[in-house]
């Protein structure tokens, strides 16, 4: 059995789909349809079922992609192996993090990444938490932080950070940043008109369970999935938000926006570390997870 084309497979059957599959790969996607043929071929027996939203293991299939995992898992601890022979960890890592915390996280880690593993590479991508889930339960990703995330039998879940969600408005023109605005309550907050983002987005899900709890009611503006474009809605007047300060203090230009405590009660969203448990983690990526909890410490997260 050729390795690289089980590496095919496998990723096809992850992906579901032969296009996304041939570019997360750079391959040519008629070469890499011939290369999973040959394999169909080599074990007489058909592994993908294809159909036009795209391709899904067959019984046999999901067998071989379990055991395939092992294998490509074992072949990376292998080099990582003889990596550390050389004395330094290789291996690709692929990270995602939710975009209020990529906007602090992601210069400082792919820093400290490079002077502590010069040999490996390591690939991060902003997005939604429910996307990053998925992603990570399929294997697109290694590395996860999750706002909120709920017990699972396919994820090692540990905790990671706290943060403040706050209430930001436009600054009024000639408003002096100081002294800052005062906090305002949470019923009070549900009441103005809110920027925020759809379900099942965690950070929406988690405001909205904490207003009906006391006894309120979102007044939803607009429904916008994205932190940036948040932001330029709310400096351009069309309502208010409800973020974590990390996503102002790291915003285009913070000083746009006024920034209120919410209290009664006090919004937090906790995050956490998380990896799949249906794949052991290799040598680099246990050592990009001490990376992640050592910088965050640093860039006090």
Known sequence: MDLKQLEYFVRVA????????????????????????????????????????????????????????????????????LGRVRGSLAGRVAVGIPTSLARVLTVPLTRAFRAQMPDATISISEGLTAGIQDSLINGRLDIAILYNAQPNSDLEIEPFTEEDL???????????????????????????????????????????????????????????DGVAAILDLVADGAGCAVL?????????????????????????IKSALVTSALRPTTLTQQATLVLIRETSKKIGL
């Open 14 to 81: 992850e992906l579901g789909s032969f296009t996304r599959a041939s570019i997360a790969l750079d391959i040519a996607q008629p070469a890499l349809s011939r290369q999973v043929r040959l394999l169909e071929v080599e074990l007489s027996l058909t592994l993908l079922t294809r159909n036009g939203r795209g391709a899904l293991p067959t019984e046999a299939g999901k067998l071989l992609l379990a055991h395939g995992r092992g294998i490509l898992h074992q072949m990376a601890r292998a080099r990582e192996e």
């Open 166 to 224: 706050v209430l930001v408005q436009a600054r009024p023109p000639g408003l002096e940043e100081d002294p800052p605005p005062g906090p305002i309550s949470l019923l009070a907050a549900a009441q103005l008109p809110l920027v925020i983002p759809s379900r099942p987005n965690a950070i929406r899900m988690h405001v909205e369970s904490e207003i009906v709890n006391a006894g309120g009611r979102l007044n939803i503006a607009l429904e916008i």
């Open 244 to 268: 974590s300060r990390n996503a102002v203090a790291n915003s285009v230009k913070p000083s746009a926006f006024c920034v209120r405590a919410i209290k009664d009660p006090v919004l937090k």
